[in-house]
């Protein structure tokens, strides 16, 4: 994904509240939230961007990712990050397993995004379910009913770079 596209992403998440949900439904710190969704987010729509590839890519990959999305939870997920009730993040643990193909690949991204922030690793692990989960339903309430806007087209692979 093109970096404006991640920045964008961070930003809208920011700016909505999403890190300040994700610290709160975690339990972690907000600055530690922070410093690890920085790096987590952008590796997170990767691997939902390989996803789209290995479903055929383009617009039909964008909408078998879109299915399993709206199978899980569609925009709800983010509704239930946004809500001060307590989330269970079963649909978080499904989506990391659907969006990484063996625990190998999961374990990977954990280590590099515990690296990155600075963070220790069982933070990164137990904050990607929430994130992924904030991430999924951000993406689907801004991409169904949509002319395909940016985020659409990077996970279609169109503005990648």
């Excluded at 991409?143 to 990648?160: E, Q, S, V």
Aim: no cysteine; charged share 25%; net charge negative.
């Amino acid at each position: 994904m093109r970096r404006g596209s991640v920045l964008d992403l961070l930003s809208a998440l920011l700016r909505s509240g999403g890190f300040e949900a994700l610290s709160r439904h975690s339990g972690l710190e907000r600055t530690a939230v922070n410093d690890v969704a920085g790096v987590l987010v952008p590796e997170l729509f990767d691997a939902m961007r390989m996803f789209v590839r290995r479903r055929g890519g383009g617009d039909a990959g964008v909408a078998a990712l879109l299915g399993e999305f709206d199978r899980l939870g569609d925009g709800s997920l983010a509704e239930a990050m946004m809500a001060h009730d307590p989330v269970i993040p079963d649909a978080g643990r499904a989506l990391l397993g659907m969006l990484y193909t063996d625990r190998a690949g999961l374990d990977v991204t954990i280590g590099r995004v515990a690296f990155e922030s600075g963070q220790d690793r069982q933070m990164v692990e137990r904050l990607a379910p929430y994130a992924v989960m904030l991430l999924a339903g951000y993406l689907s309430a801004r991409t169904i009913g949509t002319d395909h806007g940016p985020f659409h087209d990077a996970l279609a692979g169109r503005n990648a770079g």
